[in-house]
């Protein structure tokens, strides 16, 4: 009778088991042609940069307020958490993701719930954020929830730090100290 329990037991496992692969292979698949989709057809269309195009499009031409743009308060002393679509409004187009298209400087950190020198460095962004009020904007990337941007720019570690400028966009990795981020802020300035 144990021996019966056992294969029952050994069988309903493995169905579950066989059900889990089933699902993350087909939704792995589906995932994997939305990408193809996005990079060979979607990099050409407007609907792809969400974005009106008017000939000389920057990537920066949505009103504030519009579609989760931050509005107001310019460099307001805070870290303001953006999406990957506000990224491309805000901060560089999909086109040409390496030239900064903001209106002044910004900080941009990316950052992750699970990563421990996110959460040492964030004490100094804040800090940062309020020294520099009216002067550099501080913007927040969620990496687990951003992928594209951490694909798009071959981030591979985190925190991963943007200093953006003119049409620069300058990349530090990993934690370092307040007295080293101003630094480079205020060469920036």
């Known amino acids: 009778m144990k021996t019966i329990i056992k294969v029952a037991l050994g069988i309903v496992l493995g169905f579950f088991i066989l059900i889990g692969v089933a699902t993350c292979v ?3 698949d589906s995932d994997e042609e939305e990408t193809e989709y996005s990079q060979e057809e979607g990099t050409d269309s ?3 940069y969400d974005v009106e195009e008017d000939g000389d499009n920057d990537g920066n031409n949505i009103a504030p307020g519009e579609a989760g743009v931050p509005d107001s308060n310019w460099g307001d002393g ?3 958490s953006i ?5 491309y409004q805000l901060v560089a187009s999909k086109r040409n993701y390496d030239t900064y298209i903001g209106d002044g400087p910004c900080v941009i950190d990316f950052w992750a719930d699970w990563c421990g020198y996110c959460k040492q460095i ?3 962004m804040k800090a940062l954020a309020k020294k520099y009020k009216g002067k550099v904007q501080f913007y927040k990337v969620n990496a687990d929830e951003n992928e594209e941007l951490l694909q798009l720019y071959g ?3 985190l925190p991963t730090i943007f200093f953006c400028h003119d049409e620069d966009i ?3 990795s ?3 100290s307040q007295a080293e981020f101003d630094q480079i802020i205020q060469e920036m300035l």
């Open 122 to 124: 964030d004490p100094y």
């Open 174 to 176: 990993g934690a370092q």
């Open 83 to 87: 999406n990957a679509k506000q990224f």
């Open 155 to 157: 981030i591979d570690g």
């Open 26 to 28: 087909f939704s792995f």
């Open 78 to 80: 805070t870290c303001r």
């Open 170 to 172: 300058q990349v530090t």
């Open 46 to 48: 407007e609907d792809y």
